[in-house]
């Protein structure tokens, strides 16, 4: 396989909400692995916006399993976790496979393929997900605002897109 490859988002989105019920349904997913800070709230915010909570709420509704799986603290995390009554693991060093064998179990989940592996970073949420050999979306940072390290990180994803060729313009923006 190419060096790069295991980079690649099986899918893109502009944002969690385009993510709809019908197709995460004809694709029968029914796990989502979510991620956080810049995925359903901005860098180290603990609340998330309306639209984001309604499509949370929506999933939840329809028996979607779903779990918080961030690189980043605690407090924060079970405080949306807890507003939502799901799970979440914290600190989870991704792309570590750990935090992604940890939401299996505490899902209980069997079958790999009805998992989808949601986040806005490359070199985290999507190469974790798929070492683990899960299904991966990849959505579009929701705010600039970053953790300095982060923004270093952003020139290097731009460059591995431009390197497998995906161009954020293929993706609708109606977020
Ligand atoms: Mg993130």
């Not at 309604?54 to 918080?68: P, S, T």
């Amino acid at each position: 396989m190419n060096f790069w490859e295991k980079f690649r988002p099986k899918y893109l989105f502009s944002c969690v909400e385009t993510i709809s019920l019908d197709w995460l349904r004809e694709k029968k997913y029914e796990y989502i692995f979510l991620d956080v800070d810049n995925t359903i709230t901005g860098w180290n915010e603990e609340t998330v916006s309306s639209s984001v909570g309604e499509w949370l709420e929506l999933l939840l509704k329809n028996e979607f399993k779903i779990i918080l799986i961030s690189n980043s603290g605690n407090r924060r995390l079970s405080k949306i976790a807890t507003r939502f009554g799901i799970k979440y693991i914290s600190w989870a060093a991704k792309p570590s496979v750990r935090p992604f064998e940890k939401a299996l179990q505490l899902l209980g989940c069997g079958d790999k393929n009805k998992v989808l592996v949601i986040g806005d970073q490359l070199f985290t949420d999507i190469w974790g997900g798929n070492k683990m050999g899960l299904n991966t979306a990849l959505v579009t940072p929701r705010y600039q605002k970053e953790f300095f390290y982060t923004k270093i990180i952003r020139k290097i994803e731009r460059k591995v897109l431009k390197i497998l060729q995906i161009s954020k313009k293929d993706v609708s923006s109606n977020c």
